[in-house]
């Protein structure tokens, strides 16, 4: 981008943006003069201008992009909006499918015109990405995107729940399946099964669905069974969160690898998988229960990360861990939300940062709550059109998902 004449708007002290509790990272962050502006990015650095407020009708306060620079060095990039609005609203995206890895602009360039106008986005979880290439792109935690189970827990997330307020915290797993015996199984969603080594998550039993790709990309000689629904006005696709799936096996195979029907899944155990195995044969009935904790019914968006930075005010990092590095994060306050990327790894122009000093940065911003999500060199902050942070790897990185800001018709 080429360059633009500079117009800064600097605040007095740090404190006066940045309210820090944690003395550490006070002495560290907050003790230098902060500019707050937005920025035209380049590959070597960038031009410092003015506060940009989103286009199309959502002014500042409501929705307001700021690039934040110091002497330390930091270059910090945030996003703040309240979805109290009602015009604003939130999505995560997987992509084409959870198989697979897209740059966060791609992913934004990909979303339906009828979800609304994109404004801003970031990168998501943490994902497959040079261990297992069968499972390129596969998430650590749950992901629901508009109301899909694309991935599911555990996971520390962020979600919107059915009244469209964002929350914060901790979801466990309550999904299992009933096989035709009665026995129970817990399983995962469109996930790695045990047989290959995951960067990410790696379990017995899988249930894919037609988000994950065109087919299991299991290893030969597992134990697959095709699924359509029981009835014709059963509960079915897509796969929601807290729902109970009646499904009919209309293919059995010990092959791998299976094709997954448009319209239907396919349940997977893994060669590896641990205890007696459990059996299904064409036209048998399976029950599949994916219930969360806390319930998450009816939530239409959700995606993961880790660690949790701040819960109820309360920064939970530790301070003895002091690698720095790029980071993305998200956090809330009520119905407000700020979306923050962390430059890293450009020793001229952006230190990074670690965990203890995202917790403390978060908090000064006014979050109660806040998560980390996928850092190094995933961290992107997309806005109106544009990546405005620095890379560490001089382009934005392919990633597994993205959460983004919606302006609504």
Not at 55 to 66: D, K, L, N, S
Not at 326 to 346: E, H, I, Q, Y
């Amino acid at each position: 981008m080429e360059n633009r004449k500079c117009r800064t708007k600097p605040y007095n002290s740090a404190l006066s943006f940045l309210k820090r509790s944690d003395a550490a990272i006070a002495r560290t962050l907050s003790a230098r003069r902060f500019i707050v502006a937005w920025a035209a990015i380049r590959l070597v650095g960038f031009t410092v201008l003015a506060v940009e407020p989103a286009t199309g009708g959502a002014p500042a306060p409501e929705v307001e992009y700021r690039h934040l620079t110091e002497p330390g060095p930091q270059s910090i990039h945030v996003v703040r909006f309240d979805l109290s609005r009602g015009d604003l609203a939130m999505t995560a995206t997987v992509g084409a499918g959870v198989w697979g890895n897209e740059t966060v602009s791609d992913m934004v360039a990909h979303l339906p015109e009828t979800l609304g106008r994109p404004v801003a986005a970031i990168n998501g979880d943490y994902f497959e990405f040079k261990g297992e290439p069968r499972y390129y792109g596969t998430l650590q935690g749950m992901c629901i995107v508009e109301g899909e189970m694309a991935a599911s827990p555990p996971a520390s997330a962020f979600w919107i729940d059915g009244q469209g307020r964002p929350r914060l915290g901790r979801v466990a797993p309550r999904l299992a399946v009933t096989w035709p015996d009665g026995r129970e199984t817990p399983f995962s969603v469109n996930c790695s099964t045990r047989d290959f080594k995951s960067e990410v998550r790696a379990v017995d039993v899988v249930l894919y669905t037609p988000r994950f790709g065109q087919s299991t990309r299991t290893a030969q000689g597992a134990r697959e069974w095709v699924l359509q629904p029981a009835a014709p006005d059963a509960p079915w696709l897509p796969l929601g969160a807290g729902g109970v799936y009646t499904a009919r096996v209309s293919e059995a195979r010990l092959s791998g690898d299976s094709a997954i029907p448009h319209d239907g899944m396919v349940l997977s155990v893994a060669l590896a998988a641990a205890g007696p195995a459990s059996a299904a044969k064409t036209g048998d009935a399976m029950v599949f229960r994916t219930a969360c904790d806390p319930d998450m019914t009816g939530v239409p968006t959700a995606i993961a990360g880790d660690p949790m930075l701040l819960a109820g005010g309360k920064v939970l990092t530790n301070p003895a861990v002091t690698n720095r590095a790029p980071r993305t994060a998200v956090g809330l306050a009520g119905s407000r939300v700020w979306l923050v990327v962390v430059d890293g790894r450009r020793p001229a122009v952006a230190a990074g940062m670690s965990h203890h000093e995202l917790a403390g940065f978060m908090q000064g911003l006014g979050c109660t709550d806040a998560l980390n999500l996928d850092g190094g060199g995933s961290s992107t902050l997309w806005y109106e059109g544009e990546v405005r942070n620095l890379p560490s790897g001089g382009i934005p990185r392919r990633v597994g998902n993205a959460l983004v800001l919606l302006k609504r018709p």
